[in-house]
């Protein structure tokens, strides 16, 4: 199959996955069990059979199923989610795209750098497997795989959010910037990178392992190989061996577990955005999911879904460059 | 220079450059904040009192909101009609404050079948945009509330017959379909805020002053506000923080404050770490333990206060055997036990409040009995005494069953329905439905399941989220389910929740009266309240609702939910608790609240300016250099094994 040919048919499927996925999003909240203006209004004052029906003829939700449907594809292609239901009068676009520049920052800059250090740990400790560096590393990566990043993000929000001991507080407990400290220019970044402080450190940490033991396996698995034997015999260097013929075709499968990760970075971090407070998209989707908010989560999982396929279209392309079998077929 | 060397070189560079320019944010950031974070209350510092709950508001328009949380905002900012005081009681002028009425309408008048009003209000009152607050404010505002459907404010205008008016310039007067004292004044009975017309009425015509679309009085956003308090709503991120800013057109006493801002944090941890840390000043706590620990953390005050809200287990009284009715159809497949009061009777003796408070809510909440909290307005609740009092009394229910006729004839521990009942013989086994959100409510399920299989009540204990349970309600298909309500000060509201109108009615449909219970003598009740002309005789009624709803027990109340507040002691002083003694300090219910105006700093403690925090440019450098360090040996290093291998 020629490369464009390729592509394209590549480019089509993610057309007609994405097609499908905002179709299902429709039918899919709609399941959830639960009437969403009962649930917005159960344990306030506003909480009466009046008020009930009247919020549901507010969000539109007493049309009928198709009717809403059609308004739905209308308003998804002009990129238009409507207000959302928990946040009234907030348009659902606005809130997510003001949760997008923190997500990406926190959740972005984070896989890349647990990515780095996960892969640099892995190729170090494959190499020197049964070594004292890797019985440690495989130690500490396992550890970090295995630890759930909320109890892990508790202990750092105490330790240096709240001081331990003789060691002062450090960083801020929660959130994305000061508010009211009226700062700007490189004062602000200095702010906004404080509070990103704890929630990066906790997802590098948290993620770093799983990078480092698929790395590790990989280049062992690699080592083993014939051409390896080749190229010592014919007296190529050790360090050459590792970095130009044992690392690159050790990397394809670190390598989509990157891009997929990195597709998933819209989601967020649920669980460290929760400890910290941190504003991301992965809490909005917890809110929105609590109160059936229709808006908010076909936005938020049209986006999620778009980010998936798109990473998976980038990484299929890649592929197909770094491993030509693959468009082979 | 080998091309790995020089890869690794650059990215030695790029981090080191990396952690240099984070140290020269971080002295920037130190600069612009050395004033703010170095200041005393005394240095005429821009005064900022945080505080911080886990809530986030749905919205600040009193046209649409909901939410608890939005009314701290509310009452820095609007007038109410007629405001509560401390103890929910109508507001007087306040000597602490020079006379200060934080109300609206300074006389009421009413003709003698109390179905006329005539209020009038105070001239000397400006919007925070330098328009007056008028008359023509007031009436509006009833006007649209009224017309719009506005969530919260139009349950209290159900009785209003055509519109409000504007007469002689600064009254309103309006009618009503019947004789009421609810707007007599004696007690804030509207509980909703005034608003700009100047503002509002453009916006029902589609002009927002923001981009808020679709523009309506509901959907319009309300930042900025343009306000009547002291202080106005500035700025609203989602998900982050509120922040309010002084109104320069406020004539009355001067807050000792310049910016309130309401710090959003997702979990009570971080809430305690940041007072400890002094990063806000006051918050409030939902979680017992957590605030447990924060009781003997340094200067850290503390207060368990009491909120109108409670929590209960409630009985299906029969969704599926009681008689058609309007819209109400039977449904659902409740035990036909619990159409049976003894039964309910046996239940709630069984239920011992005292302990549930002790164990479950760790002694902070008060152990509940009636539908109406202690903390109400004034005379408004009915608490049983002596005789009255229904358990706890494990052997009384055993015996209240046993003389019924339900008896544990096969001896397996679970009685069953007596012979001459709609289902003889069946075992009283029934569904106890507890919600995941709610700890406490699962949390309590252990204790209640124990006090009712010791009076011969098999249960089955099963953890709903609450949408599945709203549906399992509706439905009518459970026998027990634990939930709670969060009442107004006015009873009134809290009452027509039970009305037999309000049970769900197919099915499918919701509705309040989650107990499906319905006894005309309490409907009757409640239409005689509402009809009322004199309070006492209002209150009596009142009473005499909770009582028959009390014995007939839909409900087994079982406990009034407390509230934790905790405040640095060396930042703040002057909170103003609501009720007093111990309630919310900063007196969360009314119009204007006066803890808005007595906040001040405690004297010499460098209290208020938003400090933003980090660690400092030093330890950033020292970071770099540290990292440059070892490159430069790795790259050392590297470079004599080259040399060797050569």
Not at chain 1, 121 to 133: L, P
Not at chain 1, 180 to 202: E, I, K, Q, R
Not at chain 2, 45 to 60: C, I
Request: proline share 6%; hydrophobic share 40%; glycine share 8%.
């Amino acid at each position: 199959m020629g490369t464009r040919r390729y592509i394209l048919s590549k480019v089509l499927q993610a057309l007609l996955t994405l097609a499908f996925v905002m179709v299902f999003n429709f039918f899919l909240f709609r399941v959830i069990p639960g009437d969403p203006a009962a649930l917005l209004l159960r344990g306030t004052a506003a909480y009466n059979q009046q008020n009930v029906e009247q919020v549901t003829h507010d969000l539109g939700l007493d049309r009928p199923l198709p009717q809403q449907f059609l308004v739905y594809v209308e308003d998804t292609l002009t990129l238009h989610f409507g207000d959302s239901y928990f946040l009234q009068g907030q348009d659902a676009r606005q809130v997510i795209s003001e949760r997008i520049w923190p997500t990406l920052l926190l959740v972005a800059t984070s896989t890349i750098a647990s990515a780095i250090l996960g892969l640099i740990i892995g190729i170090y400790s494959g190499w020197r497997r049964g070594s004292r560096f890797d019985v440690g590393a495989q130690g500490f990566t396992l550890f970090v795989y295995s630890m759930p990043e909320f109890w892990f993000g508790i202990l750092v929000l105490m330790a240096f959010a709240g001081g331990v001991g003789p060691f002062p507080s450090l960083f801020p407990a929660g959130g994305y910037a000061t508010p009211g400290a009226d700062l700007t220019g490189l004062a602000h970044a200095a702010d906004v990178l404080n509070h990103l402080a704890l929630p990066w450190f906790v997802l590098v940490v948290a993620y770093m392992g799983e990078y480092s033991l698929i790395m590790r396996n990989s280049l062992i698995d690699v080592m083993n190989d014939d051409f390896v034997m080749t190229a010592r015999a014919k007296g190529v260097r050790e360090k050459q061996i590792l970095w130009r013929h044992i690392v690159p075709n050790a990397f394809l499968p670190t390598f989509t577990l990157v891009l997929l990760s990195l597709g998933f970075i819209f989601g967020g971090a649920i669980t460290v955005e929760y400890v910290f407070s941190y504003p991301g998209l992965g809490l909005l989707t917890v809110q929105a999911i609590d109160s059936k908010d229709f808006p908010l989560l076909q936005g938020l999982f049209l986006l999620f879904s778009a980010a998936v396929i798109i990473a998976n279209l980038i990484a299929d392309i890649l592929y197909s460059r770094l491993d030509p079998r693959v468009r082979a077929g | 220079m080998r091309r790995g060397t020089r890869f690794q070189l650059a990215v030695a560079l790029m981090l080191a450059g990396a952690f240099a320019s984070a140290a020269m944010a971080q002295v920037a950031l130190a600069q612009e904040t050395t004033g703010a974070t170095g200041s005393t209350a005394d240095d005429n510092q821009k005064v900022v009192f945080t505080w911080a709950e886990t809530s986030e508001p749905d919205t600040l328009n009193p046209m649409a909101a909901y939410s608890a949380i939005s009314f701290y905002f509310w009452t820095a900012s609007y007038h109410m009609p007629v405001d509560f005081d401390v103890d929910f009681g109508a507001q007087q002028p306040s000597p602490e404050f020079d006379g200060f009425d934080s109300g609206l309408v300074t006389d009421i008048a009413y003709t003698d079948d109390a179905m006329h009003f005539t209020y009038t209000i105070r001239d000397d009152l400006v919007w925070s945009d330098g328009e007056p607050l008028t008359a023509q404010d007031v009436a509006y505002t009833f006007n649209l509330y009224k017309n719009n459907h506005a969530y919260l404010p139009q349950n209290y205008l159900t009785l209003l017959d055509g519109d409000a008016r504007v007469v002689d310039g600064n009254k309103v007067e309006f009618d009503t379909t019947e004789p009421t004292s609810l707007y007599k004044g004696a007690a804030p009975y509207m509980y909703f805020y005034i608003l700009p017309q100047h503002v509002f009425e453009p916006i029902e015509h589609g002009n927002c002053p923001d981009d808020s679309d679709p523009c309506n009085p509901k959907g319009y956003g309300n930042v900025p506000s343009v306000s009547s308090g002291p202080f106005f709503i500035a700025e609203y991120k989602v998900g982050e923080f509120v922040r309010l800013e002084r109104n320069e057109f406020w004539k009355g006493p001067e807050p000792a404050i310049d910016e309130i801002v309401y710090r959003i944090y997702k979990n009570d941890d971080a809430i305690a770490t940041a007072l400890q840390t002094g990063e806000i000043d006051f918050a409030h706590i939902t979680t017992p333990n957590i605030f447990n620990t924060l009781k003997t953390a340094e200067n850290i005050d503390t207060m368990v206060g009491s909120i109108p809200s409670f929590s209960e287990i409630g009985m299906n009284t029969g969704s599926a055997y009681q008689d058609k009715e309007g819209a109400f159809v039977p449904h659902g497949d409740g035990h036909p036990a619990l159409t049976d009061v003894v039964v309910r009777r046996a239940i709630r003796m069984a239920i011992d409040s005292q302990a549930l408070n002790e164990q479950v809510m760790l002694g902070y909440g008060v152990p509940g009995d009636s539908i109406i909290p202690p903390v109400s307005v004034a005379g408004a609740r009915w608490e049983p005494t002596g005789a009255d009092k229904l358990g706890p009394d494990i052997e009384g229910a055993k015996q209240l069953l046993e003389d019924a006729g339900y008896v544990d004839s096969d001896g397996d521990g679970v009685r069953e329905m007596p012979a001459d009942s709609v289902d003889p013989g069946r075992p009283l086994d029934f569904r106890y439905f507890v919600r995941t959100s709610e700890q406490t409510s699962i949390d309590a399920a252990p204790f209640v399941s124990e006090w009712l299989q010791e009076i011969g009540i098999k249960t089955e204990v099963t953890a709903l989220n609450s949408a599945k349970l709203t549906d399992v309600i509706n439905a009518g298909e459970y026998e027990l389910f634990s939930w709670g309500w969060y009442p107004d000060p006015d009873p009134s509201a809290q009452l027509a929740l039970f009305k037999c109108d309000q049970r769900p009615p197919d099915g499918k449909t919701y509705g309040n009266n989650d107990a499906y219970y319905c006894n005309p003598e309490y409907d009757q009740l409640y239409e005689d309240q509402l009809g009322a002309t004199d309070q006492d005789a209002r209150w009596e009624i009142v009473h005499q609702a909770q009582k028959i709803f009390y014995e007939d027990s839909p409900y087994a109340v079982m406990w009034y939910d407390p509230i934790f507040s905790a405040w640095r002691s060396d930042r703040f002083t002057g909170y103003i608790p609501q009720p007093q003694p111990n309630g919310d300090p900063l007196e969360g219910w009314g119009g204007i609240s006066e803890v808005w105006l007595s906040l001040h700093p405690v004297a010499g403690s460098g209290a208020g300016a938003a400090e933003a925090k980090g660690i400092s440019p030093a330890v950033w450098a020292i970071l770099a250099g540290v990292l440059i360090l070892i490159v430069a040996i790795v790259l050392i290093r590297r470079r004599r094994t080259v040399d060797e291998d050569a």
